[in-house]
């Protein structure tokens, strides 16, 4: 159980364009997930909370006009990155958080991630 | 500022060497993660320590948190080629599920 999915795995896009990636959790439902995105050989970098129905709180630094972050179900998040640059390239990876049997716990489940390449 | 400094952030050893990963910080956490990641997968979970002084044990993987709940060690005993990826230890501040990461470290057993 506890099994999160991202759609794509991987995507390249010419810059200027948009790119939509989704997270889903597939047996549990979460209010909250969690955007990062990490840089070869390093860490996780948090980007944004994202709490069904309501706004994404964004961590300082990150645009959040950029990253669209939308939370518009209990199994679904998506972050889209408008107007991607090379810059943008990186690994993009959500988590959400378990609440099983009305016992919240904080234990995150960690998508695959999603390879992004601005060209 | 780094929250969580973790130690070392590369490691090279031979297989059935032992090694011990440090998690430090200044601030004190409701509960402590580790992860293991392997390249382009997301990060996969080890084990959650809630506890000061706390230690768990999961096969030849040793974890233990500190009595003040601001540090965490990982222990691996006879390390495999297996073991070889990057671990990660995060720490939840307060409620919300909201993690800090350290910075990472990258293990390479060699057979």
């Known amino acids: 159980g506890a099994v999160v999915s991202q759609h794509p795995s991987w995507v390249i896009c010419k810059s200027g364009t948009s790119v939509k990636i989704e997270c889903r959790s597939l047996?549990?439902?979460?209010?909250?997930m969690f955007w990062y995105r990490q840089f070869p050989k390093q860490s996780l970098m948090l980007m944004a909370t994202?709490?069904?129905?309501?706004?994404?709180?964004?961590e300082q630094g990150v645009e959040k006009d950029k990253f669209l972050i939308n939370h518009a179900s209990l199994t679904l998040s998506t972050l889209t990155v408008t107007s991607a640059h090379p810059e943008d390239s990186s690994f993009y990876i959500c988590?959400?958080?378990?609440?099983?049997?009305?016992?919240?716990?904080?234990?995150?489940?960690f998508g695959p991630g999603t390879r992004l390449t601005v060209l | 500022t780094q929250l969580l400094e973790q130690s070392p952030q590369f490691l090279s050893i031979q297989e059935g060497e032992n090694l011990t990963v440090y998690c430090n910080s200044s601030?004190?956490?409701?509960?402590l993660q580790w992860y293991r990641q392997e390249p382009g997968e997301g990060p996969v979970l080890l084990v959650t320590?809630?506890?000061?002084?706390e230690v768990k044990k999961l096969k030849r993987l040793t974890f233990q948190f500190g009595d003040a709940r601001k540090d965490s060690s990982l222990h691996i005993t006879a390390a495999q080629p297996g073991d070889t990826g990057l671990y990660l230890c995060?720490?939840?501040?307060?409620?919300?599920?909201?993690?800090?990461f350290g910075q990472g470290t990258e293990l390479s057993v060699k057979p």
């Open positions: 988590s959400a958080l378990t609440d099983r049997a009305g016992v919240y716990t904080d234990t995150q489940y």
């Open positions: 047996d549990f439902q979460a209010t909250t």
């Open positions: 994202s709490n069904e129905g309501s706004k994404a709180t964004y």
């Open positions: 601030s004190v956490f409701s509960s």
């Open positions: 320590v809630v506890t000061g002084g």
């Open positions: 995060a720490g939840e501040r307060s409620g919300g599920g909201k993690l800090i």
